[in-house]
T-cell receptor
Framework: KNQVEQSPQSLIILEGKNCTLQCNYTVSPFSNLRWYKQDTGRGPVSLTIMTFSENTKSNGRYTATLDADTKQSSLHITASQLSDSASYIC???????????FGTGTRLLVSP | DAMVIQNPRYQVTQFGKPVTLSCSQT?????MYWYQQKSSQAPKLLFH???????NEADTPDNFQSRRPNTSFCFLDIRSPGLGDAAMYLC?????????????FGPGTRLTVT
């Protein structure tokens, strides 16, 4: 069954600290993996998209990694800011059906 | 700026009263999607349009319909909303339907059913 699991479910960190969010998936055949940021009451906004051959991709203070062998990805946030408080959703595209399989997200709260 | 716009942002409707949610895009994308997202859950794809071709998900209730009168606009019609249909409805677009194409989401419409 195609699934995407994220951990932790929620996280609280102090402003300025780093954090890492995890994503494990069983989607097959794999096409690409995306990280989205979703502010409360808003639509998801894309942070990164990674294909099978990419191990690391950065977008400002966000760095995503992908290990296609173990089917794991992480999103590292450096020097967190209050505006980073949001849900972070890992999404995997299935090549066969060309559908996005969404994780349920990690809710991050950055505290002053 | 090119974008995906959803109106209204908040919609309150009565149980059983038909409601229409609107999505427009200035990206000139071929594909438009409608997702339902309930609290603390992942978005669930309801259906999508590839140009004028309507593609319904197998488990989308008949209560949900969609129209795409032109490239820019797509509507979600809920014929008889139930309490369980209260959710955030997200519209998204992509240039094409292949796996490499990014999906761009609108801000969502939060639907309340009273």
């Amino acid at each position: 069954k195609n699934q995407v699991e994220q951990s932790p479910q929620s996280l609280i960190i102090l402003e300025g600290k780093n954090c890492t969010l995890q994503c494990n998936y069983t989607v097959s055949p794999f096409s690409n993996l995306r990280w989205y940021k979703q502010d409360t009451g808003r639509g998801p906004v894309s942070l990164t998209i990674m294909t099978f051959s990419e191990n690391t991709k950065s977008n400002g203070r966000y760095t995503a990694t992908l290990d296609a062998d173990t089917k794991q990805s992480s999103l590292h946030i450096t020097a967190s800011q209050l505006s980073d408080s949001a849900s972070y959703i890992c999404v995997v595209m299935n090549t066969g059906f060309q559908k996005l399989v969404f994780g349920t997200g990690t809710r991050l709260l950055v505290s002053p | 700026d090119a974008m995906v716009i959803q109106n209204p942002r908040y919609q309150v409707t009565q149980f059983g009263k038909p409601v229409t949610l609107s999505c427009s895009q200035t990206l000139n994308h071929n594909v438009m999607y409608w997702y339902q997202q309930k609290s603390s859950q992942a978005p669930k794809l309801l259906f999508h349009y590839y140009d004028k071709d309507f593609n319904n998900e197998a488990d989308t209730p008949d209560n949900f319909q969609s129209r795409r009168p032109n490239t820019s606009f797509c509507f979600l019609d809920i014929r008889s909303p139930g309490l369980g249909d209260a959710a955030m409805y997200l519209c998204a677009t992509s240039r094409d339907r292949g796996s490499i194409y990014e999906q761009y989401f609108g801000p969502g419409t939060r639907l309340t059913v009273t």
